[in-house]
Each structure stands twice: as C-alpha cells, then as structure tokens.
C-alpha cells in the first residue's frame, strides 16, 4: 500500500494565484496598509526564505536572525530604498509604541 497523498493532484489549486502572490522571489505575499496617514507596502517573508543576514527591528530595536518570518514594510511614496525589516508582532503593535523605544542597561548600542 503506498502512502496517503496530502496534496490534490491538480496543478495550481492551491487557491492562491501566481497574480495573488506579488512577494517575487521572498516567499510570502504582499499588501498595502494605511499607517500614519500614508500607505505601506507590506510583505510577509516566510523563514525559508530569510536567510543570510540579520536585519534590526525598528519597533523593538532587537535582531531578527536569518531564518525568522518577518515583515518588510516601506512607504509605497519612497519606494524600496526605505524598507524596513520588522518582527510581525512589532509590526502589528506598531500603533501601541511610543515614539523613543528606550533601551535596557544590558542591550547593545548598535
């Protein structure tokens, strides 16, 4: 007897399109979202395919190692020059920040 299949054997119906994920080549997928009266491209990047660099929060200041799903958001007026790499909780708890994120006595001054 051979194993189950957990896949259905057509080709594409996973239900998303290939015009449904605009993420290119980050694995994930794209929207826009209004923040602080502008909009943002926002792309989801799965962990498989954050690899080879680390990149530093900017709601909690903290690293994101290779490998961790995150969120690349950048104003959709300056275009791509002005990504940011964000955790997704920072990302989605963006409104509840304050504007100067202190740092503990022990975090490093990068």
């Known amino acids: ?50 690899r080879g660099k680390s990149y530093r929060c900017p709601g909690c200041d903290q690293l994101i190692p290779d490998g961790v799903p995150h969120v690349v958001a950048w104003p959709e007026h300056s275009g791509v020059d002005e990504r940011r790499h ?6 989605n708890a963006k409104d509840r920040r304050t504007t100067r994120v202190q740092r503990s006595r022990n975090a490093p001054r990068f």
């Open 1 to 50: 007897m051979s194993p189950r299949r957990n896949r259905p054997k057509g080709a594409g119906s996973s239900g998303r399109s290939a015009e449904d994920d605009r993420s290119g080549r980050y694995g994930g997928w794209q929207s826009t979202e209004s923040w602080r009266g502008e909009d943002w491209s926002v792309r989801h990047v799965a962990g498989s395919s954050a």
């Open 86 to 91: 964000w955790h997704k909780a920072c990302w």
